[in-house]
């Protein structure tokens, strides 16, 4: 079963950085793509990055581009975004998942963590 443990969120000024980390276990890490996605309050899910299962190829979403910075440490299951210039836009409940989550059985979200950006 696949489980995701998300952290490092909390609370940020306009301007300043964040970094996620996602603890993954229950499937092959360094077998599968990886990505971010987040929910802000009224809306639905948002995809920010992903990368492949090796790191050589990431993918941001437009107006997360030149800000945020996916990686991974596969020796330790564990993805990560960095988020630089964070804006109040950026506030939301950001989850991680296999790329393919849609196509897996009984996949369930870890609990998230929630990313305010506010002065």
């Known amino acids: 079963e696949v489980q995701l443990v998300e952290s490092g969120g909390g609370l940020a000024q306009p301007g300043r950085s964040l970094r996620l980390s996602c603890t993954a276990s229950?499937?092959?890490?360094?077998?599968?793509?990886m990505t971010w996605v987040r929910q802000a309050p009224g809306k639905g899910l948002e995809r920010v990055s992903a990368i492949s299962w090796n790191g050589g190829s990431t993918y941001y979403e437009g107006s997360m581009k030149g800000r945020f910075t996916i990686s991974r440490d596969n020796a330790k299951n564990t993805l990560y975004l960095q988020m630089n210039s964070l804006k109040s836009a950026d506030t939301a409940v950001y989850y991680c998942a296999p790329l393919d989550y849609r196509l897996r059985t009984g996949f369930r979200w870890g609990q998230g963590t929630q990313v305010t950006v506010s002065s």
């Open positions: 229950g499937f092959t890490f360094d077998e599968y793509a």
